[in-house]
């Protein structure tokens, strides 16, 4: 390490800035511990902005639930190695009001029916699954449920976006929906969410773009557009847009990466700082030392060492394959930071089956870091790897997030329970 002293201490050092990370961070703040966080955006980055806690199972079966929490019952008894039967549902529910929370002190709230699920439209035309959905897209949820004539507005220029495709997919089900392709105002040639949003940061935008669509709304009760009604001004832009167009607007995601990923990521990235977290968004963790005397000691940087930082305890929230949290080698799966044990398939020929659409999914896919009831990393023969050491998130074993549709759920309550049993072993 070179130039100044860069030397931090800490209770808790959070490792990972993707939503369990960012929920982590949060919770272990709230609860009064200082907190380092390291880590780059992750798969927030890709986030749908739909906050899913559990709408399949079976996999195998494929069965979709309406109420989460009935199939969170089913799924701990029939598998009771699942992360979130490390937790009660009362635990589950205080986490996920707790991080919503949060979003809404952001300015970013979140919507959900109650305890039960609901359905939300998706870029494909087809219909998710989900527990709870940005404010922007209330309305959206609304109009599928209620099949109101709707207009969906896309625009000339915007890829992987098709207003035409998504009414087709869901004409069966949504008859009287309408579409139109205009142009958007102010910017031409190829159109990037991003770009778009942050120009209706600014009223007068939104006001050419609401009269933009006036002349096409006819019988439209709702419409519906793209998301990207800003990326920090959803509240004013989706009441400008309201307003004036005097019916109620809703967003639908794009494809990915997404402004709805974004907006997570920059409301955590400014709020969490301004509740005490100390957060490197720029750096991973490069070396890591278990310390004699307990704790642990993280050289941090970007290629080389630019911080250390000494922690009395660790949150390790670093994801999967995709964020470099676990990495798959020849001769096996390995946990890339601490050298953690990882529950795999005993041979690499056994991470996959030969059927790529297989009902029940591929095992490599439940891979992952084993954690006792306390989140603490255990080895075979379950136990701990390190007192003070803690896992969440989708790094975890024994879940399949993406089949199960629980990857926020999942990395929301993983955090809230490793923050609780870190926040006890550091009392
Ligand atoms: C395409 C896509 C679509 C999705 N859609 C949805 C959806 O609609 N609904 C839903 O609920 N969920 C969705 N998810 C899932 C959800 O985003 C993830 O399940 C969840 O974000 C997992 O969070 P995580 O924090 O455990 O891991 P990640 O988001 O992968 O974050 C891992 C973090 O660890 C960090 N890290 C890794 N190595 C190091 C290191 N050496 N030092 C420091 N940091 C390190 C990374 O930089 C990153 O910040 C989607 C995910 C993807 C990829």
């Known amino acids: 390490m070179n130039g100044e002293d860069r030397s931090e201490t800490c209770d808790v050092m959070i490792v990972g800035a993707g939503m369990a990370g960012m929920a982590a961070a949060l919770f272990a703040a709230q609860r009064g511990l200082t907190v380092v966080q390291i880590g780059l955006a992750g798969e927030i980055n890709f986030a749908s902005g739909m906050l899913d806690l559990l709408a399949v199972h079976p996999v195998a079966a494929g069965r979709v639930w309406a109420d989460p929490w009935a199939a969170m019952a089913r799924l701990c008894a029939d598998e009771p190695q699942h992360p979130y039967a490390r937790l009660t549902p009362a635990a589950i529910h205080e986490a996920m009001s707790g991080f919503m929370g949060f979003l809404e002190r952001t300015g970013y709230p979140y919507v959900t029916h109650g305890t039960t699920n609901l359905e939300m439209i998706t870029p494909a035309g087809t219909v998710k699954t989900t527990y709870a959905v940005p404010h922007t897209m209330r309305h959206g949820t609304r109009a599928l449920a209620d099949g109101r004539p709707c207009l969906l507005v896309d625009f000339n220029g915007l890829k992987g976006y098709s207003a ?84 109620p607007v809703f967003e639908i995601p794009t494809m990915l990466p997404a402004v709805t990923g974004l907006r997570l990521r920059e409301g955590c ?60 080698e020849r001769t096996g799966i390995r946990e890339t ?45 379950s136990q701990p790897v390190y007192p003070d050491l803690f896992a969440a998130g989708s790094i975890l074993a024994h879940q399949d997030w993406v089949r199960q549709k629980c990857g926020s759920g999942l990395a929301i309550a993983t955090a809230w329970g490793a923050v609780g049993a870190c926040q006890a072993f550091i009392d």
């Not at 009287?176 to 009223?203: C, H, K, N, Q, W």
């Not at 278990?290 to 000494?310: K, M, S, T």
């Not at 044990?341 to 030969?354: G, L």
Request: charged share 20%; glycine share 8%.
């Open 164 to 247: 035409r495709q998504i009414a087709m997919g869901l004409a069966p089900r949504w008859p009287s929906l309408r579409t139109v392709r205009l142009d958007f105002p102010g910017i031409g040639g190829e159109l990037y969410p991003e770009r778009m949003a942050r120009s209706l940061e600014l009223a007068d935008a939104r006001r050419k773009l609401a009269r933009a669509i006036q002349p096409h709304l006819g019988d439209a009760a709702a419409v519906g557009l793209p998301a990207v009604l800003s990326v920090s001004s959803t509240l004013q832009a989706l009441a400008d847009l309201q307003d004036a167009l005097r019916v």
């Open 337 to 381: 930071i601490f050298g953690l044990p990882v529950t795999q398939p005993a041979r690499r020929s056994d991470w996959h089956h030969w059927d790529l659409l297989h009902a029940p999914g591929h095992p490599i896919n439940r891979a992952g870091v084993p954690v006792d009831s306390r989140f603490r990393p255990v080895d075979d023969s």
């Open 269 to 328: 990235e400014q709020h969490l700082p301004a509740m005490g977290v100390r957060a490197h968004y720029q750096q991973r963790v490069l070396r890591v030392r278990h310390l004699p005397e307990g704790g642990w000691l993280f050289d941090a940087g970007d290629q080389a060492v630019a911080r250390r930082i000494r922690s009395r305890a660790a949150i390790l929230c670093s994801g999967r394959f995709f964020s470099h949290g676990l990495h798959a």
